[in-house]
């Protein structure tokens, strides 16, 4: 730790023990530590993630906390480096630094409905929120997961969802913006689905992620139903570069990202979202 604390820059070298793809644009890997040590984390921090001759990106954790062994990532490919790491293959090395960032608050939500809501990628940091409250499922009351793609083709964990959706202790419902022939379900926004629903206004609490407008507009949606402001949480994602508030890359007006983030009261930054200037 004194190390750690005198290098915070410092990655720790991981190997690369499966890797597979999600969508056309999107893979997974599971990653294990070099140095025989675990691994701990919190649902919703991310890590950064260093590829020799390609450079360092923020990427969330989408893996399980309660399996300290293994460390999973799920990334899109859209910059040079997650378009380089694309490339990547079994036993390849990565550094990681981290984690980092403020967490979903779900042990705070013990004794609560969840509502988790989530667009595209915005799945994956809500993924280890949703296994740790399914493997604390007694602690909870209703838990509804709403999740809208582009296209059936970018759905991601597509098995998973079935799994979920098979269960008898909690909803899954899906949508998609744009069908195909072979789509059966829901067509339209994530928050065409919300009628369908009824909230406990005082005892629900909303984990939402996606893209900016997609969370804008679901969190009005549940402020309109009487949701209380301070149990609405979503996951930023803007231009997080050193990871530990240092650079000033990712600052929020008076927050940073990185430090203060991702995970946020909704009621803490209402008034900015959709600045893109801050």
């Avoid at 690369?16 to 997974?28: C, L, P, V």
């Avoid at 667009?119 to 009351?141: Q, S, T, V, W």
């Avoid at 072979?182 to 406990?200: A, C, E, K, Q, Y």
Wanted: glycine content about 8%.
């Amino acid at each position: 730790m004194i190390a750690e604390a005198m290098q915070p820059m410092a990655s720790r070298p991981f190997r690369i023990d499966r890797f597979w793809k999600e969508t056309y644009d999107t893979f997974s890997m599971e990653l294990m530590p070099l140095d025989g040590h675990t691994f701990s984390f919190e649902p919703g921090q991310f890590n950064m993630l260093y590829v020799w001759g390609a450079g360092e990106v923020p990427i969330s954790i989408s893996g399980n906390p309660t399996k300290n062994h293994i460390l999973t990532h799920t990334v899109r490919a859209v910059g040079s480096v997650t378009k380089f790491m694309a490339n990547l293959k079994k036993n390849d090395i990565v550094g990681v630094r981290g984690p980092y960032g403020v967490p979903w608050p779900v042990a705070e939500a013990h004794g609560h409905d969840i509502v988790i809501i989530c667009g595209g990628i915005g799945l994956a940091p809500l993924r280890p929120a949703l296994y740790y409250i399914l493997h604390h499922r007694e602690k909870f009351g209703k838990i509804l997961m709403l999740y809208g793609a582009r296209t059936p083709d970018d759905m991601l964990y597509v098995k998973e969802l079935e799994q979920w959706r098979g269960r008898f202790d909690m909803h899954v419902s899906v949508t998609v913006d744009r069908a195909d022939a072979s789509w059966r379900g829901n067509v339209g926004v994530v928050t065409s689905l919300m009628p369908r629903f009824h909230f406990d206004r005082e005892m629900t609490i909303a984990l939402v992620c996606g893209p900016e407008i997609m969370m804008r507009y679901t969190l009005l949606e549940l402020s309109k139903r009487g949701i209380m402001e301070e149990n609405l949480y979503l996951s930023m994602e803007r231009n997080m570069k050193c990871g530990i508030g240092v650079c000033g890359h990712c600052q929020f007006r008076h927050f940073f990202i990185c430090k203060d983030g991702p995970v946020f009261r909704y009621d803490r930054i209402k008034h900015l979202m959709l600045r893109r200037e801050l």
